[in-house]
């Protein structure tokens, strides 16, 4: 069964910076480019970021310049480097494929907390 893990959340303060990382199964990860979405309370799921194969990244405005997407294609992990957080950075994070026709069940998520 394909499973993605996401791990690195926690609570923080406005400022301060955490570090997510997602490990994918190893046919998914080198087969699609890789996106970083984010879930916050009474919302819908959204995108964040997304690392293609070749490492060409792409942000959503509301997080330009603060956070870096990257992928360890050795690891078959790819990592979410969030910078001077703000309180609506709050949510729910996931790992998926970009591609919605190749997502699989989404996980856990790990949990970001910013206060204020």
């Known amino acids: 069964q394909v499973r993605l893990v996401e791990s690195g959340g926690g609570l923080v303060q406005a400022g301060g910076s955490l570090t997510l990382s997602c490990a994918a199964p190893?046919?998914?990860?080198?087969?699609?480019?890789l996106g970083w979405f984010r879930q916050a309370p009474g919302k819908q799921r959204e995108p964040v970021a997304l690392?293609?194969?070749?490492?060409?990244?792409h942000f959503v405005d509301s997080v330009k310049g603060r956070f870096a997407i990257s992928r360890d294609n050795a690891k078959s992990t790819i990592y979410l480097q969030m910078n001077n957080l703000v309180p609506e950075d709050t949510a729910v994070y996931y790992c998926n494929a970009a591609d919605p026709r190749q997502r699989t069940n989404w996980g856990q998520g790990t949990q970001v907390t910013v206060s204020s």
């Open positions: 690392v293609r194969r070749g490492g060409e990244t």
């Open positions: 190893r046919n998914m990860f080198l087969g699609n480019d």
